[in-house]
């Protein structure tokens, strides 16, 4: 048939096929991998080290950034709502829509700094950029939510300076984990070209 052995029954679009079930189940791997993470946390008395409201560890957001650097800025985004979504209905709405402006504000900054990877800026640098991002997100959420815009002068520094450190754990925690996905043969046709730029 044309010069070419198809299965019987194999639709002639069937790599194509495949290899969007196989993104589909990479991503719902990653979301409860990312629940799983954002769980965890909950359970780490952070602030008992430092008394900060609302201040997390973010080890979810491992999760996004490896979405984003080595598969596409769409599962990214699938992965970050989708989790957040789920953990809204156990931490309420307004903690939701706080996971929801910190979250996308984060995303979309490391999507413009992952276009320099390597170039100007290393994954742990765009960690921490992410960092900030999220903490400003959340703070301008909340003075809109609570109605007192003296929350972003009262908690975004404080954050911030948190930030630094959460954002350094992220980064790290995250960068043998993007070395991994570069290499692995069946992930081979779901790495971005960045990443396929890495491996060689």
């Known amino acids: 048939m044309n010069g070419q052995q198809q299965k019987a029954g194999q639709p002639q679009n069937w790599p194509m096929q495949r290899s969007r079930l196989r993104r589909l189940t990479l ?3 990653l979301v409860s991998l990312a629940l799983v993470l954002a769980i965890v946390e909950r359970w780490i008395p952070l602030e008992l080290l430092v008394p900060i409201p609302g201040l997390k560890l973010g080890l979810a957001n491992i999760v996004t950034l490896v979405a984003l650097l080595r598969l596409r800025p769409s599962d990214a985004l699938i992965i970050l709502f ?3 979504l789920i953990m809204g209905t156990i931490t309420g709405l307004t903690a939701m829509l706080f996971s929801l402006g910190g979250g996308m504000l984060a995303l ?3 999507w413009l700094l992952s276009y320099w990877e390597d170039k100007l800026f290393s994954a742990i640098g765009i960690s921490l950029a992410g960092a900030a991002a999220h903490n400003i997100g959340q703070v301008l ?3 809109l939510v609570m109605g007192e815009p003296l929350l972003i002068i009262t908690y975004l520094p404080a ?7 959460t954002g350094l754990l ?3 925690a995250a960068v043998p984990v993007i070395r991994v996905f570069a290499r692995l043969p069946a992930l081979r046709d779901l790495n971005t070209p960045r990443a396929d730029k890495t491996q060689r």
């Open 141 to 143: 959420v909340a003075g």
């Open 159 to 165: 954050l911030l300076l948190t930030g630094i450190g």
């Open 82 to 84: 989708v989790r957040i």
């Open 170 to 172: 992220t980064g790290v």
């Open 27 to 29: 991503d719902a791997m």
């Open 108 to 110: 979309l900054t490391m």
